[in-house]
């Protein structure tokens, strides 16, 4: 089984809607991120989680939202998706020990039209 | 932020030896990590460097300068599967990760 995973592996939405992607894992780990990854562009934080109580933003937050629900739980939320949110999202995790590789789900590939 | 420079593509023969360069400028530095990414997949972990010098796992190998803010992954004995994106990310004092854009090698038979 998969340590992490995203749902859906897919979406299209359009212009205006909410939507909300989802992430788990069964590591263990304490830190999560989402990050997007747009072509010829590296990936981009978008928010990070620390612990359960802990909420940051990335690089380029606006226009999104987080919500840590539990220490396997992570999930992110486009409000009133627009167009130039259609990328690929990223979920990863990572312990808090003194190397803090960060391991990735599957991906979920949004379209907004 | 954090200033990530990598080749955009690189092509190579099977059996041969890429080296594939990463610059960086960074405010704080607590380590350097190779990722592996095929097309449309997760970005996998392939090494990481927090001490200057190199690291050694299998056929790649991983350097690191700190003062000269330069690294570089070194892919051995090439194989078809090894073409794919390879994504240069150094953590920062905040113990966030910038990612480069990554390289995309191409394994030529």
């Known amino acids: 089984d998969a340590d992490v995973t995203q749902t859906p592996r897919n979406r299209i939405t359009k212009t205006g809607k909410r939507i909300m992607l989802e992430c788990s894992q069964t590591?263990?780990?304490?830190?999560m991120y989402w990050y997007r990854q747009d072509p010829g562009l590296g990936l981009q934080l978008i928010y990070y989680?620390?612990?359960?109580?802990?909420?940051n933003k990335g690089e380029i937050s606006d226009g999104y939202s987080v919500s840590r629900q539990a220490q396997a739980k992570f999930s992110l939320s486009l409000e009133s998706a627009i167009p130039n949110q259609t990328a690929l999202y990223f979920c990863?995790?990572?312990?808090?020990?003194?190397?803090?590789?960060?391991?990735f789900g599957p991906g979920t590939r949004l379209l907004v039209l | 932020g954090q200033n990530i420079d990598q080749p955009t593509e690189m092509t190579a023969t099977e059996g041969a030896i890429v080296q594939i360069n990463c610059t960086y400028q960074?405010?704080?530095?607590?380590?350097l990590f190779w990722y592996q990414q095929h097309a449309g997949e997760a970005p996998t972990f392939l090494s990481y460097?927090?001490?200057?010098g190199l690291e050694e796992k299998g056929r790649f190998s991983s350097f690191l300068s700190r003062s000269k803010g330069y690294s570089y992954l070194l892919l051995k004995e090439l194989q078809m599967k090894d073409s794919a994106s390879y994504l240069c990310?150094?953590?920062?004092?905040?113990?966030?990760?910038?990612f480069g854009a990554g390289t995309t090698v191409t394994v030529r038979a």
């Open positions: 990863a995790t990572s312990d808090s020990g003194i190397q803090e590789t960060q391991y």
């Open positions: 590591k263990g780990h304490d830190r």
């Open positions: 989680s620390f612990d359960v109580k802990d909420i």
């Open positions: 960074t405010s704080g530095f607590n380590g």
């Open positions: 460097n927090v001490l200057d």
């Open positions: 990310a150094v953590r920062d004092g905040d113990y966030k990760l910038s």
